[in-house]
């Protein structure tokens, strides 16, 4: 393989790292991978339309991209600063701030896109 593809692949390999860490380490991170699973295979049942699986994926990679720069973040913060500082408290709590956005866009999307085929195929 030439240098920068192998540069490239090396690169990719970091990155698959990062998540799969992240997955194994991060209880909020696994919750979401659960939850994105149920949200696919619910979709894939219910036959959601073309459109409306790009909210949904949309959605599930908001999620996890949040997730991920936040545990960056926590780390980060933790090595620059294992004592306690107000700082690392509000970098902290600013970076849970933005999963939680994420998180109620992602409820929200469901609501709107699964609530009325669920609601049909199960009460009607
Ligand atoms: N170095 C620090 N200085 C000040 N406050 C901190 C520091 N580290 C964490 N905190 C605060 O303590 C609280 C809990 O932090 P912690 O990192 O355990 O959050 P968490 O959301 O429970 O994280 P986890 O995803 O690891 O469960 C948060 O309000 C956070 O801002």
């Known amino acids: 393989m030439s240098g920068w ?11 698959l790292t990062g998540i799969i860490g992240a997955l194994r380490r991060e209880r909020h991170m696994k919750f979401h ?3 994105a699973a ?7 049942w219910l036959q959601v339309a073309r459109m409306d699986w790009l909210w ?5 990679a908001g999620v996890w991209v949040s997730e991920l720069f936040n545990t960056a973040i926590e780390r980060t913060v933790d090595l620059a600063s294992p004592d306690l500082h107000p700082l690392a408290k509000a970098a902290k709590d600013t970076a849970s701030g933005a999963v939680l956005v994420m998180s109620l866009f992602a409820v929200a999307v469901g609501i709107i896109v699964l609530g009325p085929p669920l609601w049909e195929a199960c009460f009607q």
């Open 56 to 60: 949904i994926l949309a959605a599930i």
């Open 38 to 44: 149920i949200v696919i295979l619910l979709s894939a």
């Open 5 to 15: 593809r192998s540069r490239e692949v090396q690169s990719f390999r970091y990155a």
């Open 33 to 35: 991978f659960f939850a």
